[in-house]
């Protein structure tokens, strides 16, 4: 079944990142495919923000690779930006399928630089730059 969430500005990203909360399922990897400034980040915040994170605790983990938050209930929420990872080598060096294997909620910015890496339930959402500036996420 195919999903798909507009996003029309700022002012609707929050309930944006509570319907996909409710629409992605049981999927606990979540990988967000989009080009530069397309706002992954902010709707990762957004979306840790409707989990419960402490919104001054979630930041971009572009020099990190990856960071942890706690949600409301007190499960742990991982956030990977690979960016700037240049071999696959890397990601595994963080132990990424540590992470992965962990039951956990991982989201992941720059899926495409480790593409290889990432298990088969992987959720693969598209956020799409609309001419008016809205988005358009689909899966």
Same mark, same amino acid.
């Given at each position: 079944?195919? @999903? ?6 700022? $002012?609707?990203?929050?309930?944006? =990142? ?7 399922? +049981?999927?606990?990897?979540? =990988? #967000?495919?989009? %080009?530069?400034? =397309?706002?992954?980040?902010? #709707? ?6 409707? &989990?419960?994170?402490?919104? +001054?605790?979630?930041?971009? %983990? ?15 929420? #991982? @956030?990977? $930006? #690979?960016?700037?990872? !240049? ?5 595994? $060096?963080?132990?990424?399928? *540590?992470?992965? +294997?962990?039951?956990?909620?991982? &989201?992941? !910015? ?8 990432? %298990?088969? *339930? ?5 956020? *799409?730059?609309? %001419? *008016?500036?809205?988005?358009? &996420?689909?899966?």
């Amino acid at each position: 079944m195919r @999903h798909e969430i507009v996003i029309k500005g700022l $002012d609707s990203i929050g309930p944006a =990142a509570e319907r996909f909360l409710q629409e992605k399922g +049981d999927s606990r990897i979540v =990988a #967000f495919y989009a %080009p530069m400034g =397309a706002g992954k980040t902010t #709707f990762t915040t957004a979306l840790c923000k409707a &989990l419960g994170v402490r919104e +001054d605790a979630v930041s971009s %983990p572009t020099f990190s690779i990856v960071n942890e938050y706690r949600a409301g209930n007190g499960e742990p929420v #991982f @956030h990977f $930006d #690979f960016y700037r990872i !240049e071999k696959l080598e890397e990601a595994l $060096d963080i132990g990424l399928y *540590d992470y992965l +294997d962990s039951g956990s909620l991982c &989201l992941v !910015e720059w899926p495409e630089n480790i593409e290889a890496l990432l %298990p088969e *339930d992987t959720l693969r959402v598209r956020m *799409d730059v609309e %001419p *008016d500036g809205s988005r358009i &996420l689909s899966w």
